[in-house]
């Protein structure tokens, strides 16, 4: 079983930047592909990348393309989303994810955390 903790989330200004962290535990996190997906209250959750045992991550979407960087720790077996440039449309639920397989899908990755609250203020 893979335990995942996302931390970091808050209240920032348009413009600000966070950086949320995803520590795992229970299988080494290198065994793992990891992701990060948002969702919206009322919206659809949207993919914003996966990352395997070494970069770069891919599946990045138009919207956070430029702003948004993941990467990971495997010594500290903890996955990062670097957020920069960050706009009120930003302000969502953001979760990370775990799988043994590679996919841009979010509903194919098997382990998920409990989320964190981000909130850009305009």
């Known amino acids: 079983q893979v335990q995942l903790v996302e931390s970091g989330g808050g209240l920032v200004q348009a413009g600000g930047s966070l950086r949320l962290s995803c520590a795992a535990s229970?299988?080494?996190?290198?065994?793992?592909?990891m992701a990060w997906i948002r969702q919206a209250p009322g919206k659809e959750r949207e993919f914003l990348g996966t990352i395997g045992w070494s970069g770069p991550a891919v599946g990045y979407p138009d919207s956070v393309l430029g702003r948004f960087t993941i990467s990971r720790d495997n010594d500290r077996e903890t996955a990062y989303l670097q957020m920069n440039s960050l706009k009120p449309e930003d302000t969502a639920v953001y979760y990370c994810a775990a799988d043994v397989r590679f996919s841009k899908s979010f509903d194919e990755y098997e382990f998920w955390g409990q989320g964190t609250q981000v909130t850009v203020s305009s």
């Open positions: 229970g299988r080494a996190l290198n065994t793992y592909w």
